[in-house]
């Protein structure tokens, strides 16, 4: 992996263990709940799995993903009973984390500097397009971490 890689896979891999902790206890019913109007945890899974997807496609490294459009950024949070479950949402998160893992060992420093195009991106490079989902995760995941403390599943950390 490339050194200026190394903090933002850290970053990745926090989210990642904290992704599988913030949905530990959601079950039926309670899945679809939503405190304070918000999103539900379902959603927002579904939500930070489609951008991880995203990435791994902008790098180069496509993973399926039947719910791209279900979960996409301005969609309604409000059709959870017809969603897919939250098993198969996480196990489309741990493929795609997989396959990010993997293609973050093999990014080289050319590959990072390279424009990131229409992506959006801190420094409208790879490297940016890269450090903001890093962001975007946290931040998501984050609030998973708030709707379950709303709904009385314990904290997130700690």
């Not at 490339?2 to 263990?17: D, G, N, W």
């Not at 993973?63 to 098993?87: H, K, Q």
């Amino acid at each position: 992996m490339h050194a200026s890689l190394v903090p933002t896979a850290e970053i990745f891999a926090c989210c990642e263990r904290l992704f599988a902790r913030a949905l530990e206890g959601v079950e039926g019913a309670r899945r679809c709940e939503r405190p304070g109007g918000g999103n539900s945890l379902p959603w927002m899974a579904g939500h930070v799995t489609g951008a991880r997807r995203r990435l791994a496609r902008f790098l180069g490294a496509p993973v399926e993903y039947p719910w791209a459009e279900l979960f996409a950024r301005g969609n309604s949070p409000y059709g959870c009973p017809d969603w897919p479950t939250i098993e198969p949402i996480v196990a489309r998160w741990n493929e795609v984390s997989a396959v990010l893992r993997a293609r973050f060992e093999t990014l080289t420093e050319e590959e990072l500097d390279c424009p990131a195009g229409d992506a959006p991106s801190l420094n409208g490079r790879v490297s940016g397009a890269v450090t903001l989902l890093a962001f975007h995760d946290g931040d998501r995941v984050g609030q998973m971490g708030c709707v379950r403390r709303l709904l009385g599943l314990g904290r997130l950390v700690g």
